[in-house]
């Protein structure tokens, strides 16, 4: 337990420093093959879940302290102790007596050993207290997300910021999308209760587990009846209409859960998968290969740079699921609530509509394009399309119907993230 909180803590550093949470685990385990699946389990809740509530945090340690921690490690530990005494089910003490323990470990200074035990008890003992005066500090404190963040979405969303904001602090449910060809959403939920998995069907062919199991538990995972993949990102194949023996082009590709649902629902399309790094596309062929999909064309390249990969034959469909801020997945990838600044907004518009400028004279008369963010922000939503409308008298934008949708918008809920989509047509 000493050695958990200990790395959670280093985690939870690295993060804050600039750092990628699933590549500075992925690294982690790596580092430490010994872990067991429990520990591992362990750390990943503790840095998730500190990132999650991470303004919370801060702000209940501000009001602990008597002076500030300027050893980092340390003051991690701290977050990562008041995280497991707010959230986590563990007995108190046992806590608190592991944060002491891990203390020594980072300094042998007794009276630093003597502060963590003082500062965690006394949470313990003010705990409602305090969790009801923060409530009333700022908005950091309430929501855990940065001042810009929230301003922004205020702004945007008036009359659902809020929502908006503690929807994005939730778990995500574990979302699955059953391959048609292999089964119907009834067979595979009477598989599913087979093996006592409880589920709820959502719409298409996406189930909601009651709770999260390991994919090797998912009958037929391995033999490619199931994949993982969030509701609202499940969207998108079937907003594309892509038709028997039509050439598609699945721009920004990896890790190929849209590309894999376009072969499910029409198998004899002709597509190509594009990604720009070649060890997302290693990801993507082991998708692929576990749902038994062959016959696609693999290229990687810049979608800006289709001189780089493209064979000169136009498209009937392209899907462009660009590069985004993300801000509509952060209960996934808590970690990008910090690592984003206010500025990366406008990078990020910058090159969508780079994207789109260059794959539009790719689709042919008629073709569709689907633009796909998992945003919430306008600039990288409406904004963009907007301005990609002013700069192509040829192409005019198709509704998107879908009842969790408003224009094309989906905001992030209990049963799926939040996504964007613009359909356009080539006239």
């Not at 200990?6 to 872990?35: C, K």
């Not at 702000?59 to 008041?82: D, E, F, M, S």
């Not at 908006?164 to 598989?191: D, K, V």
């Not at 391995?222 to 209409?241: F, H, I, K, M, R």
Request: charged share 20%.
């Amino acid at each position: 337990m000493i050695e958990v909180q200990l790395l959670a803590a280093q985690v939870i550093g690295e993060v804050l420093a600039g750092a990628n949470l699933t590549e500075i685990l992925r690294s982690l385990w790596q580092a430490h093959p010994r872990l067991s699946p429990q520990q591992r389990g362990a750390i990943q809740d503790i840095s998730y879940g500190v990132l999650r509530h991470y303004g919370q945090l801060e702000a209940i340690l501000r009001k602990l302290l008597n002076k500030p921690v300027q050893n980092k490690p340390l003051y991690y530990l701290l977050v990562a102790g008041l995280y497991q005494l707010c959230y986590s089910q563990a007995p108190a003490h046992a806590i608190v007596d592991h944060a002491v323990s891990s203390s020594r470990e980072i300094t042998r200074n007794p009276a630093i050993s003597g502060m963590v035990n003082a500062v965690l008890r006394n949470f313990m003992r003010q705990r409602v207290q305090l969790l009801d005066q923060i409530k009333t500090d700022d908005d950091v404190a309430r929501y855990s997300y940065p001042q810009w963040w929230i301003d922004k979405l205020r702004q945007q969303y008036p009359q659902n910021y809020e929502a908006i904001l503690l929807a994005g602090n939730e778990h995500p449910a574990m979302i699955l999308r059953i391959n048609p060809r292999l089964a119907s959403i009834s067979q595979y939920q009477a598989m599913l209760a087979a093996h006592n998995i409880e589920s709820a069907w959502l719409w298409g062919n996406a189930l909601r587990l009651a709770k999260p199991v390991a994919v090797e538990k998912l009958p037929g995972f391995s033999e490619g009846w199931v994949t993982v993949q969030d509701a609202g990102a499940q969207l998108a194949a079937p907003l594309l209409d892509a038709g028997s023996g039509m050439r598609v082009l699945d721009a920004c590709a990896a890790p190929g859960g849209k590309s894999t649902h376009l072969i499910e629902l029409a198998e004899d399309i002709d597509l190509t998968v594009l990604d720009k790094h070649e060890d997302r596309l290693n990801r993507l062929k082991e998708n692929f290969s576990r749902l038994r999909i062959t016959g696609y064309h693999l290229a990687c390249g810049d979608a800006t740079q289709p001189a780089q990969w493209w064979d000169g034959q136009l498209y009937d469909r392209i899907l462009a699921d660009v590069p985004c801020s993300a801000s509509g997945v952060v209960r996934r990838h808590p970690d990008i609530k910090w690592l984003r600044r206010s500025g990366d907004i406008h990078h990020f518009a910058q090159t969508q509509i780079a994207i789109l400028n260059a794959l539009w004279p790719l689709l042919q008369r008629g073709g569709k394009f689907l633009y796909v963010t998992c945003s919430i922000f306008k600039e990288e939503n409406d904004t963009v399309v907007d301005r990609f409308l002013t700069m192509h008298n040829d192409a005019s934008r198709l509704p998107c119907f879908h009842e969790a949708m408003h224009n094309g918008q989906l905001l992030p809920k209990i049963n799926h993230d939040g996504f964007f989509y613009a359909l356009f047509q080539k006239n």
